[in-house]
C-alpha cells in the first residue's frame, strides 16, 4: 500500500536559519503530494501542493519539488522564523477507484524556531 | 465566513459510554472525512463520505460509527467498543473533483 516517511524530529533551528525536512514516500501511479502544518491546539492548514513531477508548490517562503525519480517532496525554506514553529506533515493522495481522496500521511516532523 | 466547525473542542467521556462529535462544513464541499492523531504519529482515517447517505470504511474504523444525512454534516460516534479512544480527531472535506482537503480545528477526546 501507499506510505510517507518523514524525517526525525524534533528539528530545532535558530531564527534566520535554513530548513530542509525531508519527506520520501512509496505509492504506485502517480499521486499527488502535499505538505500540512499543525499549529499546537489547531487541525491541519494546507501548506503547498504539487500534482506531477517536477511541479514545484510553493506557499509563505516554503518550497517543495515533487521528484519522482526519487520519490521525494523535500520542504525547505531559506530563512525560518519564530512563528514557523508548528509540526509539519508530508502527505500523498492516490485517487484511483474507492480510495477518492484519502490522504496518506506521514508522522509529523516537529519544528521549534528559537529567537 | 465558510469553513468547517467541529464540536466540542475538548469532550471528557467515561468508559463504556458512547460520545458523538460533530462535523459541519458550509463549504458546499462533496466529500467528508474523520481522522484520528495519536501523539507522535500521523493521522490514520476513520470513515470517510463521497454523498449524502454513503460512506466507507476507513484503516480504522472498528469502534467507530458514522452517518452522512444532510451534505453539510458527518457526525462521528465512538462507541464502546473502541478500547482505546483517547486521541484527537480531525474532520475534514473536500469537493468531487480535487483531492486537496481542508481541515476543521479537531476535538480533542479523553476517556476519564
Known amino acids: 500500500g501507499d506510505s510517507v516517511t518523514q524525517m526525525e524530529g524534533p528539528v530545532t533551528l535558530s531564527e534566520e536559519a535554513f530548513l530542509t525536512i525531508n519527506c520520501t514516500y512509496t505509492?504506485?501511479?502517480?499521486?499527488?503530494l502535499f505538505w500540512y502544518v499543525q499549529y499546537p491546539g489547531e487541525g491541519l492548514q494546507l501548506l503547498l501542493k504539487a500534482t506531477k513531477a517536477d511541479d514545484k508548490g510553493s506557499n509563505k517562503g516554503f518550497e517543495a519539488t515533487y521528484r519522482k525519480e526519487t520519490t521525494s517532496f523535500h520542504l525547505e525554506k531559506g530563512s525560518v522564523q519564530v512563528s514557523d514553529s508548528a509540526v509539519y506533515f508530508c502527505?500523498?493522495?492516490?485517487?484511483?477507484?474507492?480510495?477518492?481522496?484519502?490522504?496518506?500521511f506521514g508522522q509529523g516532523t516537529i519544528l521549534t524556531v528559537h529567537p | 465566513d465558510g469553513g468547517i466547525t467541529q464540536s466540542p473542542k475538548y469532550l471528557f467521556r467515561k468508559e463504556g459510554q458512547n460520545v458523538t462529535l460533530s462535523c459541519e462544513q458550509n463549504?458546499?464541499?462533496?466529500?467528508m472525512y474523520w481522522y484520528r492523531q495519536d501523539p507522535g504519529q500521523g493521522l490514520r482515517l476513520i470513515y470517510y463520505s463521497q454523498i449524502v447517505n454513503d460512506f466507507q470504511k476507513g484503516d480504522i474504523a472498528e469502534g467507530y460509527s458514522v452517518s452522512r444525512e444532510k451534505k453539510e454534516s458527518f457526525p462521528l460516534t465512538v462507541t464502546s467498543a473502541q478500547k482505546n479512544p483517547t486521541a484527537f480527531y480531525l474532520c475534514a472535506s473536500s469537493i468531487a473533483t480535487s483531492d486537496t482537503q481542508y481541515f476543521g480545528p479537531g476535538t480533542r477526546l479523553t476517556v476519564l
Open positions: 505509492a504506485t501511479g502517480y499521486p499527488s
Open positions: 502527505a500523498l493522495s492516490n485517487a484511483g477507484g474507492t480510495s477518492y481522496g484519502k490522504l496518506t
Open positions: 463549504l458546499n464541499h462533496d466529500a
